[in-house]
């Protein structure tokens, strides 16, 4: 057994470890993951650009406070606060009020004239792009900042020179800048790089597009697979969409393109043809590369524009791409907070065969969408077939009727074998993967089974109960003869049924089971279709067989 720790993006592995990837209707939800922008340079981020569509500006809170040193502390308290409301560890914190706490004295210290009491250094704290800014303004002396001394620590003589303020403002954020505007006076704007995800779903929940304005309507939209060139206007397109909820490559643009060149990531986008603007992006994402069964996600329509079954259009040109490669199909999520996306995936013949429950974080809701605000949430997992060449598989007799559904549905030719009778004596190949602490759950994946693979099992459930976490989900490969025995031991474990899903680990199809450690709340959970939901019946009646047995 071996264990690593991944971010939610792969369920597809040719190798030893294998990660599902969730996704918001055909969207990949980007907060079940807690990742850190880069420290790229402005023309990295597409935020910057000069385009049309500025970077939406979520305003936090200002001061205004008299020109005196007493009043520092009232400015260090004030950041203190912003630095809570966004989620910054200790580190993070003591930077930012130390940054403060230096512009405010600067502010002070350069201030001109006499000072009188209608004066004052006024802060100012928002959200751009993917950065916290703070601004400091007075009506002081201007002074050009890469003029000013510098502290230099390393001789005696610098010990008592100015400039000290200046690096440990430096030191707390990533960037120091100074504006001159004349007669009002000079600005330090301080810059600090956001943690992807640490903005509080309030803040979040603004409409794109207000209520009542008339969309343009865009009846034949252009459909391509994108280049390069198009990959800034795909990153403003998503911020527009659902702001910081996509995944974190969306917003740094040399991942992208590096994902994009390497053929790791194939997007198709539709624009408006009368004005040239991206109105709509979805992209198939092989991971790893090499992979012949990608993840259908990313998908996005900008609200401003009205364009009748752009999502399903756009998804079939995705998968005519992915027939002509030669790849065997394609595999989707959807939240179970709402039933459109799942609909939607039906209409594109992407069917339901499993649900997991308890794998969708809080910060998964889409801000459009009147959803769910139960601590966890629940996914439907989608297969779209390429694929269609028969196979035999080895189905646990209690789950053969409703395997067989699910395979019906699918139009997929499948041989249910004869189980072994007897527990397997080779070698054993089991991988966990630790997803990260929003999702806080794990995957055990079985390659191959041994004498010692239900041990392993249990090994792996013990390790990520003693980490609490709040679910394991379990992949057995279903062509193996010995899965119907290791699913009964992995029940004796207290794993239940979740589903299945076809053509995934080279190639193999797999049968889907997992533990459950926290309570959920069952009846929030909305499915499309009759088979989503016999399929979600069966599940929870299976989770309480399983109660009962314990």
Not at 203 to 210: D, G, I, P, Q, S
Not at 269 to 282: E, K, L, Q, R, W
């Amino acid at each position: 057994m071996h264990c690593n720790h991944q971010s939610f993006g792969l369920l597809l592995d040719s190798g030893k470890s294998c990660i599902p990837a969730a996704c918001a209707a055909a969207t990949v939800p980007a907060a079940f993951l807690m990742l850190t922008f880069t420290n790229t340079p402005t023309r990295s981020n597409p935020m910057n650009q000069n385009n049309d569509t500025p970077p939406a500006r979520f305003f936090l809170t200002k001061i205004s406070l008299p020109v005196h040193r007493l009043m520092t502390a009232m400015a260090v308290e004030c950041a203190g606060q912003v630095a809570a409301l966004l989620s910054f560890d200790k580190k993070a914190t003591f930077g930012l009020k130390l940054a403060v706490d230096e512009a405010f004295c600067n502010a002070v210290e350069h201030f001109s004239g006499p000072v009188d009491e209608d004066e004052q250094v006024r802060i100012e704290f928002f959200v751009e792009g993917d950065a916290l800014i703070v601004s400091i303004r007075e009506r002081g002396i201007p002074f050009d900042l890469s003029q000013a001394e510098r502290f230099t620590p390393d001789t005696p003589e610098g010990m008592n020179k100015p400039g000290l303020g200046t690096l440990l403002m430096h030191q707390g954020m990533d960037s120091v800048e100074m504006f001159i505007h004349g007669r009002e006076g000079k600005e330090v704007r301080l810059t600090k790089k956001l943690t992807f995800g640490c903005l509080p779903l309030g803040l979040l929940e603004t409409k794109t597009v207000k209520a009542g304005r008339k969309r343009i309507s865009v009846p034949e939209p252009l459909i391509r697979l994108a280049g390069i060139d198009d990959l800034p206007k795909i990153c403003r397109l998503a911020w527009r969409c659902y702001g910081f909820t996509q995944e974190a490559t969306l917003y740094a643009l040399d991942e992208l393109t590096k994902k994009t060149e390497s053929g790791e990531y194939k997007s198709m986008v539709a624009f408006d043809p009368a004005s040239g603007n991206m109105i709509g992006h979805s992209a198939l994402k092989y991971q790893p590369l090499g992979v012949n069964t990608p993840e259908l996600g990313l998908a996005f329509v900008d609200p401003a524009y009205r364009s009748p079954g752009l999502p399903k259009k756009i998804a079939e040109a995705l998968f005519d791409l992915a027939r002509n490669r030669g790849d065997r199909g394609i595999f989707s999520y959807s939240l179970t907070t709402h039933t459109f996306s799942q609909k939607a995936l039906h209409e594109v013949d992407s069917l339901p065969c499993g649900l997991l429950l308890g794998i969708a974080s809080q910060d998964m809701q889409i801000k459009e969408l009147d959803t769910s605000r139960q601590v966890k949430g629940s996914t439907v997992t989608h297969f779209h077939v390429l694929d269609r060449s028969p196979d035999t598989i080895f189905v646990p007799d209690r789950h053969r009727e409703i395997v067989k559904e699910i395979y019906r549905q699918f139009g997929l030719p499948r041989n249910f074998g004869t189980p072994a009778v007897e527990p397997a004596t080779g070698l054993s190949s089991v991988s966990t993967a630790l997803l990260s602490k929003e999702t806080n759950v794990a995957f055990v994946t079985v390659h191959s089974i041994g004498a010692d693979t239900a041990g392993e099992m249990a090994e792996s459930l013990r390790q990520c109960r003693r980490e609490h976490r709040d679910a394991v989900y379990a992949f057995l490969p279903l062509g193996n003869a010995g899965t119907p025995l290791l699913a009964e031991e992995c029940e004796r474990l207290g794993f239940f049924f979740a589903g299945i899903i076809p053509r995934i680990h080279d190639g193999q199809d797999r049968l889907l089971m997992q533990y459950v450690d926290i309570p959920l709340n069952t009846d929030a959970i909305r499915v499309y279709g009759d088979l989503s939901r016999k399929l979600l019946s069966y599940i929870l009646s299976e989770q309480e067989r399983i109660r009962k047995l314990r």
